[in-house]
Each structure stands twice: as C-alpha cells, then as structure tokens.
C-alpha cells in the first residue's frame, strides 16, 4: 500500500473514531446512569451488602452498554467490556473495597474519556442544561418505583434515585458560572429541595414539583421546553412500534439494532408503566418486565432463527395487550 493510500485510510479512521454520538444527551444521560448505578454498587459493598452491590452493577453491562456501544469508538468499547469484566470479577472474588472501588475508577475515567468525544458540546449550557434536566426526569421516575408512602418498597430504585440526583447535582456544579444567574440561583434551589425530599423520603408530589421547577428553569437555559408528560397509550404505542422495529432489523440481519430497540422499548418506555400496572396486576408486570428486559435479548444472543424471534415478540406483544387492557388504553 502506498504512503498517500496509508495516509488516507488513517484519516479515515480517525474520522470514524472521533464521530459523534447521533444524540449527545441521550449518550451523555446514560453514561451518567451507569455511574449512578456504580456509585450505588459501591455504597452498598462497602456496606456489606453484597447482594445489592451485584444487583445495582448489573445494569451497565446487561442493559445501558448497548444503548450507547455504536457511539463509542473502538478502542473504548473494548476498554468498557474489560472495566465491566474487571468489575464483575472483582465483586464474585469479594476483594476488599479498595480493590472494587480501584476498578470503578478506571472505568469512569473511561467514562470521561467517552464524554470527551463530545467536543465542545460538552462545554455547551444549552447542552448541560438538558442532561440535567433528564437526570433529574429519571431520578424521579426511579423514586416513584422506589418509595410508597414514606416507606421504602424497592431499595435499588430509591437508591438510584439518590445517586441520579447526585449526578444531576454534579453536573450543575460543573456548568453553574455558564448558566444566567436567575435560573442559576432557581435551579440550585430547585436541586437541594429534590435531595430533601428523598432524604426525608417525601411524597412523590413533593419530588415532581421540585424536579418539574428545576426542569423549567433547565428549558430556559436550553431553549427547549418541557414536553409533556407521555400518557399510557403513548408509551405502549411507542412499545409495538420498537418491538415491530426490533423483529424488522433483526429479520435483515441488524441485530445490535434489534438489541437497540429492544433497550429502549424497556428503559424509555415500560419502565414508566410498571407502577401502574402492578397495581393491577402484579405478576403480569413482573412477567413483561423480565421480557423485555432480559428474555428477549438473551433470546437474541442464542442467534435464533427470524422465525423463532419473531414468535417470542409476538407473545410480548400479547401479553402487553393484557396490559394495555387493565390499564384502559
């Protein structure tokens, strides 16, 4: 190969390697999901509570990563699937915590370096203002599953809930001295009166108003509003559009897109109708949540026939009919 042919090919991969994320919040978001989930494994080992540390460092890996592996360049993508085998082995082996803590950092200096393809981006308010503000919209939804009544019913999602707040926080911390000072000042308020009501474990109500408040000041500073709130029928429409989406890419041979859609019809839209729907039917919910959570794509993993894949989603697809039908949509 000639030295003009090598020079052009490493310019192409540069360029492959330092392309964008084809969304930056939502890369950004979810990379700060992943640490929210890591800070909370490494509460709990220190703790002693092993079981939960293992339960709160499954979810980068088995879930997050491919929400985010098209946008990150080669060389960290490899570098994530080593932080998350160090981490996993790290946890079984029950190293002592200096050790655990000790791979956790190298894996989010890992996630420094993914944020830093961003560019300037990263430097952006406007940019900033929404990460924040989604932080803050899922720390909310975490808190609902997590808290009923002043009680704590499920201790992973509370405490996702505390650990997606403190991300937010941080990220204000970073961007404040970018933000205008009214809605520096408004948000700042806003953020420390989320942390009090999930410290003291408030009323849901209470945590929507703060978190709704800070959201708006955020839109002011981006410039884009606050989108409504999706109703039911919304989120399982947008459910069979990406299960349709999913059966689609992988009957053309796309199966990280399948995998892609399938992510996203759980994490950005079912999560939000488990609340409700185990209210009414409790083992249904539990059911649809492990399928479109794990089944599904471990189902994927075993490169099925279209066939055999198409058929499971099918079944998906009934039984969200079910639920579509207790919830009245």
């Known amino acids: 190969m000639s030295r003009a042919s090598l020079l052009l090919l490493g310019l192409s991969l540069s360029s492959t390697a330092l392309a964008a994320p084809k969304d930056p919040v939502k890369f ?3 990379l700060e999901q992943m640490r929210g989930h890591y800070d909370a494994s490494l509460l709990n080992y220190r703790g002693g509570d092993l079981a939960m540390a293992a339960k709160h460092a499954k979810h980068p890996a088995n879930e997050l990563y491919a929400a985010v592996r098209s946008d990150l360049t080669p060389a960290l993508q490899q570098k994530f699937v080593a932080d998350y085998a160090r981490i996993n082995a790290t946890l079984a082996a029950k190293k002592p915590y200096a050790e655990y803590l000790k791979v956790m950092n190298t894996f989010y200096a890992d996630v420094d370096a993914a944020l830093a393809t961003l560019g300037a981006t990263r430097s952006d308010p406007k940019f900033a203002a929404q990460v924040i503000a989604q932080i803050l919209e899922n720390a909310e939804h975490e808190y609902e599953e997590g808290v009923q009544g002043g009680k704590v019913t499920n201790l992973a999602e509370y405490q996702d809930a505390i650990y997606y707040i403190a991300r937010a926080q941080l990220w204000f911390d ?66 069979d559009r990406l299960l349709a989406a999913a059966k689609g890419h992988y009957a053309g041979g796309m199966a990280s897109d399948a995998e892609e859609a399938l992510i996203e019809a759980y994490l950005e839209n079912f999560e939000y109708l488990e609340s409700p729907l185990a209210k009414k039917d409790k083992a249904l919910e539990t059911k649809l949540e492990k399928t479109l959570r794990e089944d599904l794509r471990a189902l994927l993993k075993t490169k099925p026939s279209a066939q055999k894949f198409s058929a499971a989603v099918d079944a998906a697809l009934a039984d969200l009919n079910k639920a579509r039908a207790l919830l009245g949509e």
């Open 28 to 30: 950004a978001v979810t």
């Open 174 to 239: 970073k961007n404040a001295k970018t933000f205008p000072q009214h809605q520096r000042e408004e948000t700042s308020q806003a953020l420390k009166a989320a942390a009090a009501v999930v410290t003291r474990k408030g009323d849901v109500t209470a945590l929507e108003k703060a978190v709704d408040q800070a959201k708006e000041e955020l839109s002011e500073i981006s410039g884009v509003r606050q989108a409504p709130k999706s109703s039911a029928g919304t989120y399982f429409a947008n459910i």
